[in-house]
């Protein structure tokens, strides 16, 4: 007890309160730009890096409102913390299906289309139903869904749940993809590939950035191509932005690219325009 009193005054100088009530307000104001839809997504195109055919669009949340700018990298970790991502989780599945059924309508073919859950979602038996139910009611197939889930937060919820993972065989019964985002990043350790059907390992951006300079990235780089090959996945790189980066990337086997030198995200018009020119 002899402590609280100088506790509390070290709490109530400080700028924690103040840092608590920005919280509070950012957390409503996420909560109101939920229900009134200022989230919007952008699609990122992926390619095949040998044909330059498009065989796939990444949908990458914006908060589309006059009075804040916030980046994605800025406001999902703290929807993370705050226990909102199943929130935006939730409606992002429901954007993107209303979405894909948007252009399938204006007969427009299109490519498998890959949504970011977040690390706490992917057990959630809320989530599988949700996208369940999204396919139902908008026509889709498992074939038009890919779920993109950090290195990280897969090993994180196989430990939880054992290696015959329910959520998994589930998602790969529906014929919905999984792809490994951030590869490289997480972890050491990769023996969980062998006992997964993951069908695409994204290779994170930094890698890509360094390659060109940096031995050691190269290699490592040409390593994570190798193990995805040997486990049948297909390896895509993340954030191509030079022709050289393009080349060499070619030239280690990687599959598959996306990146501004491709295209940057883009609203869903453009997309459109993309797949139909
Ligand atoms: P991520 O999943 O690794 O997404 C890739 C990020 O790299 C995107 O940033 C994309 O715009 C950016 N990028 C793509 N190509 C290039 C390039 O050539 N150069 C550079 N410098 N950047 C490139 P964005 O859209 O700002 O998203 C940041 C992160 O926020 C994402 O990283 C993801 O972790 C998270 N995020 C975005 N949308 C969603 C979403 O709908 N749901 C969830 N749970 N997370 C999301
Ligand atoms: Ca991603
Ligand atoms: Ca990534
Ligand atoms: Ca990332």
Redesign the pocket.
């Known amino acids: 007890a002899k402590h609280n009193g100088k506790q509390r005054s070290i709490l109530f100088n400080s700028n924690i309160e103040k840092d608590l009530e920005q919280k509070i307000i950012l957390k409503n104001r996420i909560e109101t730009a939920l229900t009134d839809n200022e989230f919007i997504l952008h699609f ?1 195109p992926q390619y095949n890096l040998k044909t330059m055919e498009i065989i796939g669009l ?4 914006r908060w589309n409102s006059d009075e804040v700018c916030y ?3 800025e406001f ?1 970790p703290f929807a993370e913390q705050q226990g909102l ?1 199943h929130l ?2 939730n409606y ?1 599945i429901k954007m993107a299906c209303q979405q894909i059924a948007n252009w399938q309508q204006q007969n427009i073919h299109v490519p498998r289309v890959a ?4 690390s706490q979602q992917i057990n959630s038996k809320t989530i599988l139903k949700l996208i369940d139910n999204e396919i139902v009611n908008h026509n889709l197939t498992g074939a038009n869904l890919e779920l ?1 889930i950090t290195e990280y937060s897969l090993v994180e919820s196989l430990k939880k749940e054992g290696k015959q993972d329910s959520w998994l065989s589930h998602l790969h019964q529906k014929g919905i993809h999984i792809s490994i ?2 590869f490289g990043t997480g972890y050491s350790s990769l023996s969980y590939l062998q006992h997964m059907n993951i069908n695409r390992i994204k290779i994170d ?1 930094s890698f890509i950035e360094e390659m060109t300079h940096e031995k050691d990235s190269q290699s490592i780089v040409s390593s994570i191509i190798a193990l995805g090959h040997n486990v049948n996945a297909t390896v895509l790189a ?4 030079t022709e050289e980066q393009r080349r060499l990337l070619i030239s280690l086997s990687c599959d598959e690219g ?4 491709m295209n ?2 883009l609203p869903p018009e453009d997309i459109a325009k993309l797949l139909t020119s």
């Open positions: 990122q990444e949908a990458l949340i980046r994605p990298d999902i991502i935006i989780d992002v949504i970011n859950i977040s993109e985002d951030d951006r993340e954030g191509i932005e996306q990146g501004y030198l940057k995200p």
